[in-house]
Nanobody, 123 residues
Framework: DVQLVESGGGLVPAGGSLRLSCAAS????????MSWHRQAPGKERELIST???????YYADSVRGRFTISKDNSKNTLYLQMNSLKPEDTAVYYC????????????WGQGYWGQGTQVTVSS
């Protein structure tokens, strides 16, 4: 079975840092599109970063320059290093995968999702 399990969320003051992890299993991790999304209260879920073939990355404008996505294929683990956190970064953070889609060309509606981890940034 495909499983994605996030960890690393928590409460942090504004300006602080957190590193989220997403442990993946049950699929060929290295040939899949991996991503981080977030959903703040009362808002739609937002794609914030992807990592695809050859390590190419994408960042939403809201996090570019502050967040860094990476993955360790040997550990089947995806990471999101979050620096200079702001109160508006408060959300539930989800990792997601598009299996067998190294170019991230598919729809996230067809993806596999973790259960999410809460990040709260205090002002």
């Amino acid at each position: 079975d495909v499983q994605l399990v996030e960890s690393g969320g928590g409460l942090v003051p504004a300006g602080g840092s957190l590193r989220l992890s997403c442990a993946a299993s049950g699929f060929t991790y290295s040939s899949s599109c991996m991503s981080w999304h977030r959903q703040a209260p009362g808002k739609e879920r937002e794609l914030i970063s992807t990592i695809r073939i050859y390590g190419r990355t994408y960042y939403a404008d809201s996090v570019r320059g502050r967040f860094t996505i990476s993955k360790d294929n040997s550990k089947n683990t995806l990471y999101l290093q979050m620096n200079s956190l702001k109160p508006e970064d408060t959300a539930v953070y989800y990792c997601a995968a598009l299996l067998g889609d190294p170019w991230c060309s598919g729809s996230w509606g067809q993806g596999y999702w973790g259960q999410g981890t809460q990040v709260t940034v205090s002002s």
